[in-house]
């Protein structure tokens, strides 16, 4: 079973990029892929100085997304106020509200 999700992964790809995580980078993507692997060597540590070992590297990795998520969100919302800038200073009102910008950031 295991092997049938990890050949479907590589040929089918996860489905990433909806309209709710957008801005999220690659890296980013990476990062809580890395995270979510460390969780689950945390769940399956069978003593408890390797649990806590594994925590420690969870904790670490968490921190690090999070960090990483808010900082690709500042990223995004700043090039999409940039676009908005642009589209007003053109007077271009059509493309400012057509592509919807405004209602993205909020």
Do not use: G
């Given at each position: 079973?295991?092997?049938?999700?990890?050949?479907?992964?590589?040929?089918?790809?996860?489905?990433?990029?909806?309209?709710?995580?957008?801005?999220?980078?690659?890296?980013?993507?990476?990062?809580?892929?890395?995270?979510?692997?460390?969780?689950?060597?945390?769940?399956?540590?069978?003593?408890?100085?390797?649990?806590?070992?594994?925590?420690?590297?969870?904790?670490?990795?968490?921190?690090?997304?999070?960090?990483?998520?808010?900082?690709?969100?500042?990223?995004?919302?700043?090039s999409?106020?940039?676009?908005?800038?642009?589209?007003?200073?053109?007077n271009d009102?059509?493309?400012?509200?057509?592509?919807?910008?405004?209602?993205?950031?909020?």
């Amino acid at each position: 079973m295991h092997q049938q999700k990890a050949s479907a992964e590589t040929v089918i790809e996860r489905k990433r990029d909806t309209n709710r995580e957008c801005w999220i980078s690659d890296r980013t993507w990476n990062l809580i892929d890395d995270r979510k692997e460390a969780k689950k060597r945390k769940n399956q540590a069978f003593t408890r100085p390797r649990a806590q070992a594994e925590a420690v590297n969870y904790s670490k990795l968490d921190k690090e997304v999070k960090k990483s998520c808010k900082q690709d969100k500042k990223d995004w919302i700043e090039s999409k106020c940039t676009e908005a800038q642009e589209a007003a200073s053109r007077n271009d009102i059509r493309s400012l509200y057509s592509s919807r910008v405004p209602k993205t950031i909020l």
